[in-house]
């Protein structure tokens, strides 16, 4: 993963937001390769989910097909859309503080490892938990040294005050919660990172996620709205003025991509965690009687975009959530989940979820906020019996005029974090191999193998040596690529084989050098960056060539 992350700062894929104040955690600047990488991925996303969907095999195998239409809705909505959504009852993470350092942590994210004071072995009551918060293969080390710390010996015995089978474990909710205290197990036991003493933790208290802002000059409370922590709720809001607007028929789905915010107790692992990140949102509206068939469909397609995007199928799973997982609400969730590197050996972390939301979302918003802890779904009501957030009043059921039925659609909602998939390319596309030098000398080689649609430039282009016409005929095709869309580059400095290397690192899959037999026999090498084959193609022929190898 440092390999990863330092090629991304070197080579201009991602940056820290504002490095020169020292960065800003949870947020993340995309550089000039990062930034087309990124938009090659929404891109590809927005064809495969908008703009060239197919058509559907229904399992009795009727063929069909179905509208897919986009929506760009603002960051700021009208605050009474996160009360009935439920974000601003419900969306939020447990958090301790630590009274002396003044951190904070996510509850169920403290992992560390139970150390006993030699004569207390038996007395559970006398086992402290050392918090760490070190990378994986680091978290024994670090644990090791604060026990020593802690217990005032030698760094080097700091190992014997561990129990045989204490393993660096993540703190749950059951194991370490309220419940846990009547078993001894307090947080009055914990050492917390940075702290001298133990027990200086707080009880864990709810936080919400939604960053706050304040709208208008007045600035009291009244005002306050809310960054939206998901582009979904722009969507569902807006499904009559799609409905009433264009001429969609349902089954149809809505495509959002943008930004939305978190404000994650402890973003983590480079861009995987961040308080500020980029959505790709599909609602797929359908009649209830076809909803499981539209979930299973989407769960599929979802899972095959990955694989033929570059992912392997040894690092990418679909994890169903078990039936206690899900939402009352919900009858399905699948979970699209990749082993990203900085995981320990067996873990996936989550790139996209698939959800079954049936009627929820447009019913809340149709009546007030309903009680997600009810089934079936009721209103919520106050203390005095009344809606507790009521919801818009308006109409959002869909009436088909041809079996003149009205319904509440049912929803799928296959919602993808742009910044998650584009670290999961960069992580796969990561290689360290070999490759010959000028002279024909194997050397180390670090490539990117990304996907061509990906890939930030396309292809590069270099003449041999910088006379004898080898960089004007380069320029032409340079222009002729540029004229036909394709990001290409220029370039004549250096030693043909240091040019191959700079482009491999950065993931261009073509690379087309203009030689000596050019003037002659009227073609130029092709380089293939993975496979290293060459092919000599007419100078005629190479940007079709490139296209064509393009579209595969
Ligand atoms: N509308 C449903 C929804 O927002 P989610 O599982 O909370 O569901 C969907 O988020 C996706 O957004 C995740 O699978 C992940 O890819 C991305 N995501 C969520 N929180 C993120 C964060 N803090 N940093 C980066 N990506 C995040």
Not at 526 to 541: A, F, K, N
Request: charged share 30%.
């Amino acid at each position: 993963m440092d390999a990863i992350v330092s090629l991304c700062k070197r080579r201009g894929f991602l940056f820290q937001s504002s490095e020169i104040y020292g960065g800003f955690q949870g947020f993340w600047d995309y550089g000039p390769l990062g930034v087309e990488l990124k938009r090659n991925v929404r891109e590809a996303w927005w064809r495969d989910m908008v703009t060239s969907h197919d058509e559907y095999t229904a399992p009795d195998g009727a063929v069909s097909s179905f509208d897919m239409v986009g929506i760009e809705t603002s960051i700021i909505m009208n605050p009474q859309v996160w009360k009935c959504s439920g974000h601003y009852d419900l969306f939020h993470d447990m958090m301790v503080d630590c009274r002396e350092t003044k951190k904070r942590f996510r509850f169920d994210q403290i992992r560390g490892r139970w150390a006993t004071n030699g004569e207390a072995e038996a007395d559970e009551n006398k086992r402290v938990f050392i918090t760490t918060d070190a990378a994986p293969e680091e978290a024994v080390d670090d644990t090791e040294r604060r026990a020593a710390e802690f217990y005032e010996v030698k760094k080097k015995y700091g190992k014997k005050f561990f129990a045989e089978d204490s393993t660096i474990e993540t703190v749950d909710m059951s194991w370490l919660g309220p419940d846990a205290a009547a078993a001894g197990k307090s947080l009055d036991g914990v050492l917390a990172l940075g702290a001298s003493k133990v027990g200086t933790l707080t009880e864990p208290r709810e936080f919400n996620l939604m960053f706050k802002t304040i709208v208008g000059a007045l600035g009291t409370e009244e005002d306050a709205a809310f960054l939206r922590p998901e582009t979904a709720q722009g969507i569902f809001v807006n499904f009559k003025n799609v409905c009433d607007s264009s001429r969609v028929k349902i089954p149809f789905g809505v495509a959002q991509i943008g930004k939305s915010f978190r404000n994650e107790i402890t973003p983590r692992n480079f861009t995987f965690r961040s308080r500020e990140f980029e959505q790709m949102e599909i609602e797929f509206f359908c009649h209830p009687d076809t909803s499981q068939d539209w979930y299973k469909y989407w769960r599929d397609r979802r899972m095959a975009w990955y694989k033929a995007m570059g992912l392997s199928d040894e690092r990418l799973i679909l994890r169903e959530h078990d039936p206690d997982e899900l939402s009352h609400y919900s009858t399905g969730t699948a979970d699209v989940e990749y082993a990203f590197p900085f995981l320990d050996d067996g873990e996936y972390g989550e790139l996209e979820g698939i959800a079954h939301r049936g009627d929820f979302d447009l019913r809340s918003h149709m009546e007030g906020k309903l009680d997600e802890k009810s089934n079936p779904l009721e209103l919520q009501l106050d203390a005095d019996g009344n809606p507790k957030w009521k919801g818009s009043g308006k109409d959002l059921q869909y009436f088909d005029d041809q079996t003149r039925e009205r319904f509440t659609p049912h929803v799928i909602e296959p919602s993808a974090g742009a910044d998650r998939a584009t670290l999961a390319f960069l992580c796969e596309a990561y290689t360290e191999d070999e490759a010959p030098d000028d002279k024909g000398v194997m050397q180390k080689r670090v490539s990117l193998k990304l996907h061509p649609r990906l890939a930030p430039i396309k292809a590069a282009i270099f003449p041999l040596i910088k006379k004898l016409g080898m960089p004007e005929t380069a320029l032409g095709i340079y222009r002729e690529m540029k004229a036909a869309g394709l990001n290409v580059i220029y370039s004549q400095q250096g030693a043909i084989g240091r040019r191959y290397r700079q482009q491999d690192e950065i993931g261009t899959p073509w690379c087309i050098t203009i030689d000596g037999d050019t003037a002659t026999d009227g073609a130029v090498t092709v380089r293939d960056r993975d496979t290293l084959e060459q092919t000599r193609v007419p100078v005629s022929e190479v940007t079709n060539e490139i296209l064509s190898r393009l579209r595969g």
